[in-house]
């Protein structure tokens, strides 16, 4: 079956730091990868995806790539921000049915320090 | 637009007792899931919906029932509450095929004592 792996945490940065969380996954076809990010008392919400191969994902300063040869997208910031802090997921959606299943990695907790 | 809302965002139940967590999207989304996470497991699926009056199974159905009578609705049930269905419930939904963004909902908080 489907499955993600997400580098496991948690991780504390300073503020400004570089950021990368590292995703990688097991699944048939041609799947779609998603970060999403959950901040206190909040549900998922969706930060960047990537539908094929060689796509790049990008919203607020970060980025993933959609790496097909090393089956990763891993996720990276430049300069991370205390507002930064939260828990992120990497999300693959199964390719082989129609019902738009999501697999979910098991989370990476980042804290920023000012 | 409110997008995703559950209700309740809390609850605590007895062991055996019932209850049933509301899921409502207003965004005429085709496909609604249900999930729970657990500290460290992630997002695991409990069951989902492709349209009105239909539900799957998820990875952990067991112990919850589901019913999907109007679109914009999805319910979750359970008929006897466990102490190991202590968790947080999550809904989402999405307009449909795999590379559509889900939408969440806030969480709904349960504890069976």
């Known amino acids: 079956g489907n499955s993600v792996t997400q580098m496991e945490g948690p991780v504390t940065l300073s503020e400004e730091a570089f950021l990368t969380i590292n995703c990688t996954y097991t699944?048939?076809?041609?799947?779609?990868l998603f970060w999403y990010v959950q901040y206190p008392g909040e549900g998922l919400q969706l930060l960047l995806k990537?539908?094929?191969?060689?796509d790049k994902g990008s919203n607020k300063g970060f980025e993933a790539t959609y790496r097909k040869e090393t089956t990763s997208f891993h996720l990276e910031k430049g300069s991370v921000q205390v507002s930064d802090s939260a828990v992120y997921f990497c999300?693959?959606?199964?390719?082989?049915?129609?019902?738009?299943?999501?697999?979910f990695g098991d989370g990476t907790t980042l804290t920023v320090k000012p | 637009n409110a997008g995703v809302t559950q209700t309740p965002k809390f609850r605590v139940l007895k062991t055996g007792q019932s209850m049933t967590l509301l899921c409502a999207q207003d965004?005429?989304?085709?496909?609604m899931y249900w999930y729970r996470q657990d500290p460290g497991m992630g997002l695991r699926l409990i069951h989902y919906?492709?349209?009105?009056?239909?539900?799957a199974k998820g990875e952990v159905p067991d112990g919850y029932n589901v019913s999907r009578l109007k679109k914009q609705n999805f319910l979750l049930g359970l008929e006897s509450a466990a102490p190991s269905q202590t968790s947080v419930y999550f809904c989402?939904?999405?307009?449909?095929?795999?590379?559509?963004?889900?939408?969440f909902g806030p969480g709904t908080r349960l504890t069976v004592l």
């Open positions: 989402a939904s999405t307009e449909g095929g795999n590379t559509d963004t889900q939408y």
């Open positions: 699944a048939t076809g041609y799947p779609s």
């Open positions: 990537a539908t094929k191969a060689d």
């Open positions: 999300a693959l959606s199964d390719s082989n049915t129609n019902a738009g299943k999501s697999t």
């Open positions: 965004m005429n989304h085709e496909y």
């Open positions: 919906s492709v349209g009105e009056g239909t539900t």
